[in-house]
């Protein structure tokens, strides 16, 4: 399956999010503990994990012989951002020991990926 450009920087950013996502976590581990660690994991999660499915979505309906349309984009970000918002609600919910520090940290450093794909030119 060969993408568009546009495709195979849109997965390398997921990369680099999950990329980003275990080095603060790492950090994390080393200055928290554990709880900051995976506190950092769940909150990058949050974010490289909708924004996967939206590169995913729009690879496929890229491949359709009509291409991909405008409004896939639109629905598929606002869901994207619903998905962000609604699992890192459910984080702040469930996991009572989150250390907030680290997953705000994660959260920064894997939304802000994105600029170091630009860097690198892809």
């Known amino acids: 399956m060969s993408l568009a450009p546009?495709?195979?920087?849109?997965?390398?950013?997921?990369?680099?999010?999950i990329l980003a996502t275990v080095i603060v976590a790492a950090a994390a581990m080393l200055l928290g503990g554990e709880?900051?660690?995976?506190?950092?994991?769940?909150g990058g999660a949050a974010c490289f994990?909708?924004?996967g499915l939206f590169a995913l979505r729009l690879a496929l309906s890229a491949k359709r012989p009509q291409g991909a349309s405008v409004a896939t984009f639109f629905v598929?970000?606002?869901?994207?951002?619903?998905?962000?918002?609604?699992?890192?609600?459910?984080?702040?919910?469930?996991?009572?020991?989150v250390v907030w520090l680290a997953m705000v940290i994660a959260i920064i450093?894997?939304?802000?990926?994105?600029l170091?794909?630009?860097l690198l030119r892809w």
Do not use: H
């Open 116 to 118: 170091v794909a630009l």
């Open 49 to 51: 994990v909708p924004n």
């Open 6 to 17: 546009g495709m195979v920087v849109m997965f390398r950013i997921v990369i680099l999010q």
């Open 35 to 42: 709880n900051a660690a995976l506190s950092a994991v769940v």
């Open 76 to 97: 598929g970000e606002f869901v994207k951002l619903g998905s962000t918002v609604a699992l890192l609600a459910l984080i702040a919910w469930a996991y009572k020991d």
């Open 109 to 114: 450093a894997a939304l802000k990926s994105y």
